[in-house]
C-alpha cells in the first residue's frame, strides 16, 4: 500500500469519523449523562438525512442544517413525552419511535426509498466554491465537518456547565437530587433528548449531502456504531475532565471508522461489517472489566506462588 493511499484512507476516516461523531456526542448526552437508552437513534439520524436532502434539493442547503435539526429535535420530543409523560419504557419508547419514523421518513422524500443529490448544491460544494484555489480546497470536506464537530463540542461543553446542564447531568445519576434543587427531572430529560437528537439529525444530514444521496436504510444499524465509538472513547478518556470525555467521543468514533475503512480497504465482504461493530462493542465493553480484574488475577497468582514455596 503506497503512502498516497494510507493519507487517503485516513482522510477518509476522518471525515466520517467526524460527521458520526455528532451522533457519538448524541448517545453521549443521552445515554452518558441521562442514563437514557434511546433506540430512536436509527431513525432520528435517517430523518435529518432525508429532511436536509429535501431542503437541499429545494435550492436551500444551508437551511438544510437547522432544518435537520428542528425534525430532530422534534423526534427527541417525542421520545421524552412517551417516557416522561405516559410511562413507558425508555428503550420501548425508544423503539416506538424508531417504528414510526421509518413511515415519516418515506413520506418525506414523497413515497420513494432513494433521493439523488448529484446536481443539488450541498453545503459541502458550497464550501468547496468558497476555499477554490486555496491550499485546503481539496479538504473541503473535511473542512466542514470539522467546523460542524468544533461547534457541537464547543456548545456541549458550554451547555453542560450551565445550569441547565448541571441539571441534566444529575438526572441519570441522582433524579431525587435534581427535585431537591426544585428542577423536574422529567423537564431535564426532554431537554436533553431533544438536543441529543437534533445532533442525530445534524450528523444524518452531513453524510447525506457528504455523499449526495440518500436511501432509506442510511440510519440502520448507526446506534450500534454510534455506542462502539462511545466505548471506544470511554475506553480512553473515560474518567477525565468533561472537555477531555467530549474529545474522547470523537476519537472513538475517528478509531472505529478507521477500522471499518480498513476492513473495507482489504475486500472484507459487505455482509461482514456489521460482526465487526459487533466485536468493536464487545471489546470496547470487556475492556474496562479486564483492567479492573487484572489486579485481582496478579493478587491471585502471587498467593498461589506463595503458597506453592511455602508447601515446598
Known sequence: MSFDSILSLGQSALELGL????????????YSMLNVCDLSTDGCFTL?????????????????????????????????????????????????VNTGLYSINIAVMSGSSILNM??????????????????????????????????????????LKTRLGLAIRATGDNPDMVRSSSVNPAFTTIIGLCVANSFTALSGCLLAQSQRSVNIDIGTGMVTIALAS?????????????????????????????????????????????????????????????????????????????RRKADA
Open 19 to 30: 460527521i458520526t461523531s455528532l451522533t457519538v456526542l448524541a448517545l453521549f448526552l443521552s
Open 48 to 96: 435529518g438525512a432525508t429532511v436536509g436532502a429535501v431542503v437541499a434539493i429545494a435550492g436551500h442547503p444551508y437551511l438544510s442544517i437547522f432544518a435537520a435539526m428542528a425534525a430532530g429535535i422534534a423526534s427527541g420530543f417525542v421520545t421524552a413525552i412517551l417516557q416522561t409523560k405516559m410511562g413507558i419504557n425508555s428503550l420501548l419508547a425508544g423503539i416506538i
Open 118 to 159: 448529484n446536481k443539488t448544491d450541498t453545503v459541502f460544494t458550497k464550501m468547496a466554491a468558497l476555499v477554490k484555489g486555496t491550499p485546503v480546497a481539496r479538504q473541503s470536506k473535511l473542512f466542514v465537518a470539522l467546523i460542524a464537530v468544533a461547534a457541537v463540542a464547543v456548545l456541549l461543553g458550554l451547555f
Open 230 to 306: 462511545l466505548l471506544i472513547g470511554g475506553v480512553f478518556l473515560g474518567r477525565k475532565k468533561l472537555p477531555l470525555r467530549i474529545f474522547g467521543m470523537v476519537l472513538g468514533a475517528f478509531i472505529f471508522r478507521l477500522v471499518y475503512t480498513v476492513a473495507l480497504r482489504f475486500d472484507m465482504p459487505a455482509f461482514m461489517l456489521k460482526l465487526v461493530s459487533s466485536v468493536i462493542v464487545v471489546a470496547a465493553i470487556a475492556t474496562p472489566y479486564f483492567k479492573k480484574q487484572l489486579p485481582l488475577l496478579k493478587r491471585r497468582m502471587q498467593t498461589r506462588s506463595g
